[in-house]
């Protein structure tokens, strides 16, 4: 696998070590079990897998060298690299600038920008008409391009069952980059449409079906499609890819349900006429930190630290799958611990942060389950570590259980 610069700061020599020594132990992914840093009064479990994926690694090492490379040059990134603060807020430190926000909102206008100018597309991808309006400038926007190659896997997905003949039904969050990236992509091929959940889908169910009146769809899925599309002929055939962030499980939940309605339509024998299979386009990443989470899981512990940016997608589902279980806390930075008794959490559903007292029960022993997204780097799951261990002066015991690791 290729092997990636990344600046220094963003490495931890514990949790790398951690990581390796796993990996020779089971280098083909089969034990989802958790590592335990055992302190005595302090237990912490880290998942299997968590933290910087091959396509946030890549995104990292394109942009600092293209900051390397052209100094002197203004830099911009279409929208957040990342939805990661740290890695956010050292480029802006390094003079890059932001053209968009993570909604699509522009914060410098395209005419500001000149031919000499460098512009970089971000992990997520971005949209056919952003780049054909920025190709006019005469800047040259593929040369920077960092976009991640799970992502690009899946609109070859979408390119395939397009050239069949095949409606793309997308099943991603509808304001997120890559969902918006993603969907420019498919439209440009073939009648396309978001759906954002189960609920939705059983909603498309019914309109497949023909129990739901036709002239209520465009209200039902409003801002969802293309020009052009008609629910009249246009469901014919389908095929759903998604957003690789997902949760695997609603992913398939929905892809399944749909083939059933298909089937139940034009008969079993005929399904795969009408519904592509298009297998599962989560990336691995996303599937390994998920199933790592499940097996953190079945670990008994008294609450679980999720690490990650609020926008994160990947990040937020680890968070809805421990939330299911015990309390569980969302952050982006060891400051948002205040102390042994507050933390400020991100709310992965709102994004709003809030101020929980006595998140650390009053015994001992304590266990904890730790994760982090795809987007966070190794150190600030280190030094969330640290910042617990000091509430109960245990430094000195930890120094000497992460020597044991990294010697």
């Known amino acids: 696998m290729k092997h990636f610069e990344l600046p220094s700061g963003y490495r931890s020599n514990l949790i790398s070590a951690i990581k390796q020594k796993r990996k020779e132990e089971d280098n083909l992914k089969k034990d989802f079990s ?37 100094k002197g040059k203004r830099i911009y990134l279409l929208s957040e690299m990342i939805h990661n603060p740290q890695v956010n807020e050292d480029l802006l430190k390094k003079g890059v600038q ?63 069952i397009a050239k069949k003949g095949f409606t793309i039904v997308i099943h991603g969050k509808p304001k997120h980059e890559e969902t918006r990236a993603t969907f420019s992509h498919a439209a440009n091929k073939t009648p396309t449409l978001i759906i954002e959940d189960m609920k939705e889908a059983i909603l498309l169910g019914k309109f497949i079906l023909g129990e739901l009146p036709l002239n209520e769809f465009g209200e039902c899925f409003k801002n969802r499609f293309n020009d052009g599309f008609d629910p009249a002929i246009h469901f014919e ?25 298909f089937a139940s339509k034009y008969g079993k024998e005929n399904s795969s006429a009408h519904f592509a299979d298009t297998r599962d386009t989560l990336c691995y990443a996303t599937n390994d930190n998920q199933s790592a989470v499940l097996g953190l899981l079945e670990q008994a512990a008294d609450l679980a630290i999720v690490m990650g940016g609020k926008n994160s997608s990947n990040s937020s589902h680890l968070v809805e799958l421990c939330e299911k279980q015990l309390p569980t806390y969302f952050i982006d930075d060891a400051n948002k611990i205040i102390d042994r008794h507050q933390i400020i959490r991100n709310n992965w559903i709102t994004k709003q942060s809030e101020l929980i007292n006595d998140y650390l029960p009053n015994k001992a022993p304590i266990s904890i389950l730790m994760t982090s997204g795809a987007s966070c780097p ?12 000091g509430f109960y002066a245990l430094e000195a015991k930890f120094e000497e259980v992460s020597a044991a690791w990294i010697s």
């Open 98 to 160: 932001f053209l968009q926000d993570t909604n699509g909102n522009e914060i410098i206008p395209l005419t500001h920008l000149t031919k000499e100018d460098i512009v970089i597309i971000p992990a997520f991808g971005t949209t056919l008409e952003l780049e054909t309006k920025i190709n006019k400038i005469g800047i040259e926007i593929q040369k920077y391009n960092t976009t991640c190659p799970f992502v690009e896997k899946v609109w070859n997905r979408g390119d395939q």
């Open 34 to 70: 958790p590592t335990l840093i055992d302190l005595g009064i302090v237990k912490f479990y880290l998942a299997r897998h968590f933290g910087f994926c091959y396509g946030v690694e890549n995104a990292i090492d394109i942009a600092y060298k293209t900051i390397e490379e052209n």
């Open 237 to 261: 055939k389908i095929g759903v890819i998604n957003q690789t962030t997902q949760l695997a499980t609603d992913t398939q939940a929905i892809s399944d349900y749909l083939k059933n309605i």
């Open 378 to 389: 190794d150190i600030v799951v280190e030094s969330v570590i640290r910042k617990i261990v």
